[in-house]
């Protein structure tokens, strides 16, 4: 069982479309994260909020938008997409940022046709 | 900068043999260090972490690791290896006192053979 909520769990959708992924977690973290992560790879940073805020955008296009309600979620916004935009999105959360372990969510699995 | 090598890309074991994943990191001052599995199609779990004091420390599933500050290493061993350990796992460093930002190894597939 994992404590981070990822949905839905698989994704088709085609480069003109938009769509969001959503996170969740009731544990208190105050940091959360989206991760990309592509088959046989480790997986790659995209953001990082910690207390709500953007604190770390690794440089990724704009057709990725990423959104934090409140502490407890954590949305990605996506809009024509590319094909090789297609993997496994992991959301992750912390208690308070460096050094508190990241909980991970088990991913959105992207089609991008 | 911090990063993680992981010189194993796939270990095959023999259930109920004893498991070494190597990990070595380069970075200046004292990591975070944190062993991560991932089974196929799932998201990371935590297995164990080092932050400071005792250098072998203990995880979940019987696993355990050894800092060795001399060696810049950090591997992960198992006495006892179960078929169910079969998956991916990841070595990662974070930066004591910095950001939020968790660098990863690239991986070792771990097979289990019965």
């Known amino acids: 069982d994992t404590e981070v909520t990822q949905t839905p769990k698989h994704l088709v959708m085609g480069m003109t479309n938009k769509k969001s992924l959503k996170c969740e977690q009731h544990?208190?973290?105050?940091?959360m994260y989206w991760y990309k992560q592509k088959a046989k790879k480790p997986p790659e940073l995209m953001f990082v909020?910690?207390?709500?805020?953007?604190?770390i955008n690794e440089s990724v296009p704009s057709r990725f938008s990423p959104e934090c309600p409140n502490s407890s979620l954590l949305n990605l916004h996506l809009h024509a997409l590319q094909p090789e935009d297609s993997a496994l999105y992991l959301c992750?959360?912390?208690?308070?940022?460096?050094?508190?372990?990241?909980?991970f969510g088990n991913g959105t699995r992207l089609t991008v046709t | 900068a911090q990063s993680v090598t992981q010189p194993d890309i796939h270990i095959t074991v023999s259930e109920g043999a004893s498991l070494e994943l190597r990990c070595n990191y380069s970075?200046?001052?004292?990591?975070?260090l944190f062993w991560y599995v991932q089974s196929p199609g799932q998201g990371l779990q935590l297995l164990l972490k080092?932050?400071?004091?005792?250098?072998l420390v203990q995880g979940i599933k019987g696993f355990e690791a050894e800092f060795k500050r001399s060696q810049s290493s950090f591997n992960l061993r198992k006495p006892s290896v179960h078929w169910s350990d079969a998956a991916e796992y990841f070595c990662?460093?974070?930066?004591?006192?910095?950001?939020?930002?968790?660098?990863f190894g690239k991986g070792t597939k771990l097979t289990v053979n019965p």
């Open positions: 970075y200046g001052a004292t990591p975070y």
């Open positions: 990662a460093v974070g930066r004591a006192g910095g950001s939020e930002k968790l660098v």
């Open positions: 992750a959360s912390s208690l308070k940022g460096y050094g508190s372990p990241l909980h």
């Open positions: 544990m208190g973290h105050r940091a």
């Open positions: 909020y910690s207390y709500e805020k953007l604190s």
């Open positions: 080092y932050f400071s004091g005792d250098t």
